[in-house]
């Protein structure tokens, strides 16, 4: 059974960086595409970033340059690091994977913004 658990969210001011981690649990990690998601009030879920289990990563067009991917194998631990937050930004941020045909999902943590 897979399990997603992120943590790092909070309140920044514009401009500022925060870095989400997803603990993730079950022997899929190592294989499984990662992804970062959000979702803000009222719109619709959206890719922020993934990694694929060969590395490879893809960004949204809007956090290009100013967020990166990344996990550790060792640790079974997924990262974003955000830097140059902006308000739009203010979101609930999940972790997903992929694996199979299936796709699981963190409970999310809260990232808000503030200009």
């Known amino acids: 059974q897979v399990q997603l658990v992120e943590s790092g969210g909070g309140l920044v001011q514009a401009g500022g960086s925060l870095r989400l981690s997803c603990a993730a649990s079950?022997?899929?990690?190592?294989?499984?595409?990662m992804a970062w998601y959000r979702q803000a009030p009222g719109k619709q879920r959206e890719m922020v970033a993934r990694?694929?289990?060969?590395?490879?990563?893809d960004y949204g067009d809007s956090v290009k340059g100013r967020f990166t991917i990344s996990r550790d194998m060792a640790k079974n631990t997924l990262n974003l690091q955000m830097n140059s937050l902006k308000p739009e930004g203010t979101a609930v941020y999940y972790c997903?994977?992929?694996?199979?045909?299936?796709?699981?999902w963190g409970q999310g943590t809260q990232v808000t913004v503030s200009s």
């Open positions: 997903s994977s992929y694996y199979r045909g299936k796709q699981h």
């Open positions: 079950g022997n899929i990690f190592n294989y499984a595409h």
């Open positions: 990694i694929t289990g060969g590395g490879v990563t």
